[in-house]
């Protein structure tokens, strides 16, 4: 069996296992003809039995983002339980949940985490379950409905930054066909698009929607490669290069002040989806399903929202400074596949050598 083929049927089982727990809730619900109150009576039972749990553990992909911590002093004051957090790169996350749950030692309860990296979890390593029933899961937007077993939360949008006092308002890159433009040759710092992370994003999306001549011509603007997310937002105000790209939009309100710009381009924005799922035997289940349902309800919509994040349901966006809007509401570009990811890293590789 194909690598390929093993992971469509491992998510085709989680759907399958996914319907099942959806219709069972559904049983308890709609289906089987309760009336709103007994719904809202069985709703009342989990945040009864999440509050004697009195704890949800919870690991983020998300690291050093104030959202992770507001929300989770939301959480507490709506249901007294406490939020304990260990944020992680991706990979050292994935591999301590590897650890713990061969290991028989259940510590995490809810992981937040890329669609991607959840594909990862269902195919490899088996470690998360299918997603409980939620009363906010309906208001999630049908664009971000997904067969794999993760609730979604919120977008991270990826833009282009310019140095404005290297580059006058007529020249500013409108789009992502602009840095294309030889008059950019040597100025550009690029996170590496041979590696995963925002550059890989840049080109996978590009090269999907725009095509591979796009890419090639840009391949040829003598870029400058970067891994350093956070200093090439710096380097670039500084005035080393006039265009960094892509950089994450939500982190335009770190740099106030400074002589850059932040662009959403007119093709859209390349973005990563974020969500939650619950890890196999999370010892604070019901505690584990209120989170899952508190990150799609208004309050932490918002709080993404305001921060410049794409939130997944309607009228998060609404009373925001247009600034911040303009962010939360850009449109969507492109993603990743991680089931293409052997394939686009090694074209990534041949392109820009």
Known sequence: MTRTTSMTSAICEWSRRFFLAAAGGAAMAVAAGLPAHAQDAEWQKVIEAGKKEGTLVLYTALVGQPSTKAIAAAFTKEYGINVEVLEARASEIRER????????????????TSDGQTRLYVQEDKSVDPLPVTPNAAKVKSQFKLDV?????????YGIMVNTGLVKPADEPKSWKDLADPKWQGKILADDPRAIGAGYLWFFSTYDKIGEDYVRKVATQKLVFTRDQ???????????????MPVIL???????????????????????LYGNVVLKNAPHPNAARLYVDFLQGPVSQKIYAQLGYGAVTEGATEGLP????????????????????????????????
Not at 97 to 112: L, N
């Open 97 to 112: 949940v590897r650890v713990e749950q061969a290991a028989g030692r259940f510590a995490a309860d809810v992981m937040f």
């Open 149 to 157: 077993p993760m609730a979604p939360v919120m977008t991270i949008p």
């Open 230 to 244: 956070r200093e090439s937002q710096r380097r670039t105000a500084r005035g080393e290069y006039s265009i960094y």
């Open 250 to 272: 939500t982190d335009f309100s770190d740099l106030k002040g400074l002589p850059v710009k932040f662009i959403v381009p007119e093709e859209g924005v390349g973005y990563v």
């Open 322 to 353: 247009p600034d911040t809007k303009a962010i939360s509401e850009a449109k969507l570009f492109g993603s990743t596949d991680s089931r293409r990811q052997n394939e686009m890293l090694a074209k990534s590789k041949e392109i820009f050598k």
